[in-house]
C-alpha cells in the first residue's frame, strides 16, 4: 500500500514512563507511520527499550520543559512535512488508520490540518459525552502550517493564519485512566502544572472564582455538557472536574501567599529545556 503514497506521515510522541502504553500506541499507527518520533524526558522504566524494538521508531530525549514546549520540540525531529502527533495513551482507531491512508494516496492535497475527534474509555466504558467528546482538535497537520498552543497542560495545535483545517473521520481512542484514583493523581499534578504556570504568568488568587468557578464548573459538565447521560461515571467526571478547578485556585492561594515556591508534584526539571 505505501508504494501508491503520494506524501509522507511522520508520527510525533512525548513520552514519560510510558512502558504500559508505549507499545500499544506505536502499533497502532505502523500501517501508516513512515517514521515514528518518541522524544522522551528521561524515563526510568522500560519505555526507551520498547519503543526503540520497533524499526521505525527515531528515538530522542530531553529534560521536559513543559508539555506544549516538548511537544512542538518533537515536531522539529520530524523529517516529513505531515505530521500525526498522539500522547502514549492514545491509539489510532481502524476507521481513522483507514482515512489517514487514503489522505496519504490522495492526488490532491485540501486542507493543511485534519481535525480528529477523541474518545475516552474510563470507569469501564467509553465516555461519549461530559464534554469529552468527541473534543476534535487538530492532530494531523503540516508541519510548517501548525505550531502547539495553549496553557500546560492543556496543549492544542493551531494552525497558521491562512491556514486551511477540515475534520477526518475515526477516532484517536484514549485510555487516559487506569482507574478513579489515577485520575486523581492526574488532577492533583496537572492541577498544580496549571497553578504554577498562571502565577509565573502574574495570575493572583481570587477568593470569589475559588468559590463559584468550581460550582460553574460541574454545572457545564453533567448539565450543559450531557455528564448525565454517561451514567454514574458522569457524575463522577463533573465532581472531579469541580474538584479540579478547585485545586487551581487552592494552589494559587499558595504560591501568592509565598507559602511554597512550587507546588511539591511538579517534575524538577519542569520549565528547563535543556
Known sequence: MEGKRKRKLSVAIITFNEEKNIGDCIRSVLAVADEIIVLDS???????????????????????PGHVEQKNKAIGFCSNDWILSLDADERANQTLIQSIELFLESESVYADGFKIARLTYHLGRWIRYSGWYPLRRFRLFQKNA??????????????????HGKVMKGDILHYSFTDFSHQITTINQFSSIVAYTR?????????????FKPFGKFIEIYI??????????GLWIAIASSFSTFLKF??????????????SNIRKDYGKNE
Do not use: C, M
Request: positive net charge.
Open 42 to 64: 528521561l524515563s526510568t522504566d522500560r519505555t526507551k527499550e520498547i519503543a526503540t524494538s520497533f524499526s521505525k521508531v527515531k528515538f530522542y530525549e530531553s529534560p521536559f
Open 146 to 163: 501548525a505550531t502547539w498552543v495553549g496553557e500546560n497542560p492543556h496543549d492544542y495545535i493551531e494552525l497558521k493564519p491562512g491556514s
Open 199 to 211: 502565577y509565573a504568568k502574574g495570575e493572583r488568587f481570587s477568593l470569589t472564582k475559588t468559590i
Open 224 to 233: 450543559f455538557k450531557f455528564g448525565f447521560l454517561d451514567g454514574i461515571p
Open 250 to 263: 487552592a494552589k494559587l492561594y499558595e504560591l501568592d501567599r509565598k507559602q511554597i515556591e512550587r507546588p
